[in-house]
């Protein structure tokens, strides 16, 4: 079984699709990682994401293992170093590149294959998986997402001030949504969830009973 979450920055889907998938027994699949991973590939090459041949080429090139939480990029494991604002931003700007997009598209089938697997992104219930049997669009509060955020950064022991961390998911959300290709939005047979007054718990038991009735009524 395939259930796809996805949603904007902030809105609370890797924790979930995290959870959920523990609870499930199911293989969890973060594609946001693997965008910030070509990201950071591309920095490290000295590839401007405005060169798109060059982006295309590194996506096409790197040898991305997803195991355990954790995201290895040509064998080193880079799941930290993908988490900078400074990579979050250049994983905006690769994702807007369809050949970029096409060659993490057959990466995320390929491993998906055959497997129940929770997947987590932006696309997922709409291009990458529009057979998936149960699909999730969670959204909360700008006002919202900037909080969740500034606390992460703040566990990270880094501080910013509240409107510069808005201001910036305004831009990426901005940017996620208007691009050409695969831009953010929701499978018509998505259901959706605002999570802005919910709890991580309370996201993930509406989002298991839901999945479980759905196994048992295929079954
Ligand atoms: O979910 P995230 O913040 O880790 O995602 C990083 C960037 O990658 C973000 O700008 C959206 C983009 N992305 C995408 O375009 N498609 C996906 N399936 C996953 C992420």
Excluded at 118 to 141: H, S
Excluded at 206 to 212: C, F, G, K, L, W
């Amino acid at each position: 079984m395939i259930v796809t979450i996805d949603g904007p920055a902030g809105s609370g889907k890797s924790t979930a699709a995290r959870r959920l998938a523990e609870r499930l027994g199911f293989r969890f699949l973060d594609t946001g990682a693997m965008y910030r991973a070509v990201a950071l590939a591309c920095v490290r090459a000295g590839v401007d994401p405005e060169d798109r041949p060059a982006a295309v080429e590194v996506a096409r090139r790197v040898r991305l293992t997803l195991q355990e939480g954790h995201i290895l990029l040509d064998g080193q494991d880079v799941s930290e170093a993908i988490r900078t604002a400074e990579a979050s931003v250049a994983a905006s700007r690769v994702a807007v590149i369809a050949g970029v997009r096409d060659a993490m598209v057959e990466l995320q089938r390929q491993t998906a294959d055959g497997l129940d697997i929770v997947t987590e992104g932006r696309d997922q219930g709409t291009i990458v998986f529009p057979q998936a049997e149960c699909k999730f669009f969670l959204t909360a509060a700008p006002d919202e997402r900037a909080r969740r955020r500034q606390r992460e950064l703040e566990r990270k022991g880094t501080t910013h001030s509240f409107d510069e961390i808005l201001a910036q998911i305004l831009d990426r959300d901005q940017r996620d949504a208007s691009r050409d290709v695969a831009p953010l939005r929701a499978a018509e047979d998505a259901i959706h969830l605002d999570t802005s007054m919910l709890d991580p718990d309370e996201v993930v038991a509406v989002m298991e009973s839901t999945v479980r009735a759905r196994q048992s009524t295929s079954a």
